[in-house]
């Protein structure tokens, strides 16, 4: 549990970080870290559009200037970007200077305010200082661990309906790591909260 859904006694040290959205409506905040990816994305574009529902994408700068179009389409469908950083760098083995750099070399591409750190790794002074220059840095409710090679699909689509609730923000990945089992866990795990009476929005 600690890896899928942060207790609060981390998020405490975090009081700037979106964790969670509002917990009195039934609304779950569907995101995917780590794209665009050409093999992935379109597909999770195309289930977004069948279900009739909105996500937030968060972005990997490097990624997102090779695939302007996808880019682009994401925006195009309605849906929300967020900024992910430009080559993947974890806060925690950055300093502050260079970690930032790395941000708003990312923002010349993106263009968002809303920042979540790679690997969800970040010093609560990094935290503070994105704060103080208006981005609003969020990190997640329910982390589905769709990457995660040594669990099955099912296992993902588990933890998915296990720990959402309320106001969750969940983590899906549009990468090549995560594709097998997102593919199976995300539609189910969608209409599995629809079934349950939720609805959906983007942060």
Not at 136 to 143: G, H
Request: hydrophobic share 35%; net charge positive.
């Amino acid at each position: 549990m600690f890896i899928e859904q942060m207790p609060d006694i981390i998020r405490k040290l975090y009081p700037s970080v979106l964790w969670r959205m509002g917990k009195n409506e039934k609304v779950i905040y569907l995101t995917f870290d780590d794209g665009p990816t050409a093999e992935v994305t379109h597909w999770i574009l195309d289930k977004l559009n069948e279900f009739g529902i909105k996500a937030t994408f968060f972005c990997i700068g490097n990624n997102a200037e090779k695939h302007p179009e996808i880019l682009d389409e994401i925006r195009k469908n309605g849906h929300q970007v967020g900024i992910h950083g430009y080559s993947h760098v974890r806060g925690l083995y950055k300093k502050k200077d260079l970690y930032l750099d790395d941000i708003k070399k990312s923002q010349n591409i993106i263009k968002s305010n809303i920042f979540r750190p790679s690997h969800g790794r970040i010093y609560p002074s990094q935290a503070r200082e994105l704060k103080k220059l208006g981005y609003k840095v969020v990190l997640w409710d329910v982390i589905t661990r769709d990457y995660d090679q040594d669990l099955t699909e099912e296992e993902v689509l588990e933890i998915a309906k296990k720990y959402s609730r309320n106001g969750s923000i969940v983590v899906f990945h549009d990468s090549l790591k995560a594709e097998k089992n997102m593919k199976y866990a995300f539609p189910m795990a969608v209409k599995y909260w629809l079934e349950n009476g939720y609805t959906f929005k983007t942060l």
